[in-house]
């Protein structure tokens, strides 16, 4: 019963490797989100350039205006999911495979790429979502026109909401009241 056991553990741990397909597959998913994003910058920059046309009437510059604030907005998005991709696949790898070694002694790594347990990465991902939502709720915040009170008031309840999920956030860490160094 030994040997079997023995083969049967030794598969059984080995089976973890699995997981590198999650983390090949999520960095794929960060480099086309990159790639998405840095091309709607290059369009952007592109649309833009009319900017300074002194042809434009002035309602067409405020339409540029608004829409290149929107894209802004969405390349931030984009640039944000991206990141998530790329937390999520470095923190599978370092969970279920092993540490990268390359991070340890590095000073240019960052202390959110460095994932301790599974609610270590939830903990990280969970905040680059917040963010990407606040970013969301602002592109959305620039769409909405304030027709009544009740508009109004809807938007500065988000906008409390979204203040209250970051005192949250930061009240979890332990970081709420002390000092930046």
Known sequence: MGFIEKLFEGLLWRSRYVVIFAVVASMASAFAIFYMATTDVVYLVR????YADANLTDLARKALH?????????VVDGYLLGTVMLIFALGL???FVSEIDAAKGSKTSS???VIGS?????QRLAKVIIMILIVTIF???MKVTVSS??????LAGALA????ALYLTHAADGSHGKAQE
Do not use: R
Not at 149 to 154: H, K, S
Not at 161 to 164: A, D, E, P, Y
């Open 47 to 50: 649309h833009i350039v009319h």
């Open 139 to 141: 592109e959305l915040t």
């Open 161 to 164: 909401l979204i203040g209250l």
């Open 66 to 74: 608004d829409a290149t604030v929107t894209h802004v907005v969405e």
């Open 111 to 113: 202390k959110i790429l």
């Open 93 to 95: 790898y370092e969970l």
């Open 118 to 122: 599974l609610d270590d990465l939830k």
């Open 149 to 154: 009170p009740i508009d109004l008031l809807y």
